[in-house]
């Protein structure tokens, strides 16, 4: 029996995070944040002075051993996933905009893409799987049963990853945030591996307008049809 899988692809700050695990707990499937895991090779290549060295030849090769040996851990707390590299708890961190921009360097290496793809399909797993990312219908998961988009225009998800930030305790500036947004939309969809884009079978959905639950409704009425085929 092939594993049922939900993919959830779209820029950053469309709310694919809290309504993938929506929904992994609405179907009680596993779930993959795909965004984490290149946050966290960006994390630690920028720790380990690679990160701005990827187009030496002899950098590339350490960077894609250290992305195949990752030492990661999620930690499933009531009400939040704990993320731990290399023992230590990096779950604010990775979240803020300078590693996203970190994470966008890295998804931009194609060796460096490739050496995730395999970590990614071993969460295709009983009883199913949420899959959260920029590229999990077009590329890692191009057979899943239900294939979503959720978009949002730069600026509602530029007021949306402030009031996040803030509510983490961080410092965030608007201004700052719709700039870094809108260079890693580019970024993102302009690159020559994988970029970013909705699957043509995809069913898309603009959250501008709409509050989590209504796009959450909007996503199980469409996925119990796909499931049910």
Request: charged share 25%; proline share 3%; net charge negative.
């Amino acid at each position: 029996m092939t594993t049922q899988i939900i993919t959830i692809d779209g820029p950053s700050g469309s709310g694919k995070g809290t309504l993938a695990a929506k929904l992994a707990k609405h179907y009680q499937f596993h779930l993959l944040d795909s965004g984490a895991l290149y946050r966290l090779l960006g994390l630690s290549l920028f720790k380990t002075d690679l990160l701005e060295r990827l187009d030496e030849h002899d950098v590339l090769q350490q960077s894609v051993k250290i992305a195949t040996n990752l030492d990661i851990r999620f930690i499933s707390h009531k009400d939040a996933t704990q993320v731990l590299l290399d023992g230590e708890d990096v779950t604010q961190i990775i979240r803020t905009e300078q590693v996203g921009e970190y994470a966008s360097k890295v998804a931009a290496v194609p060796e460096l893409r490739a050496a995730l793809v395999d970590r990614q399909h071993a969460f295709a797993e009983e009883p199913g799987l949420v899959a959260d990312g920029r590229d999990m219908a077009t590329s890692i998961f191009p057979n899943a049963k239900v294939k979503i988009y959720l978009t949002a225009s730069a600026e509602s998800r530029a007021s949306r990853r402030v009031k996040q930030l803030q509510g983490m305790g961080l410092d965030a500036k608007i201004s700052d945030i719709l700039a870094n947004i809108q260079a890693r939309d580019k970024r993102d969809m302009e690159r020559t591996v994988a970029p970013l884009k909705p699957a043509e079978d995809a069913y898309i959905i603009d959250s501008s307008e709409l509050s989590i639950e209504e796009v959450f409704g909007l996503m199980i009425n469409y996925a119990d049809q796909q499931l049910a085929k």
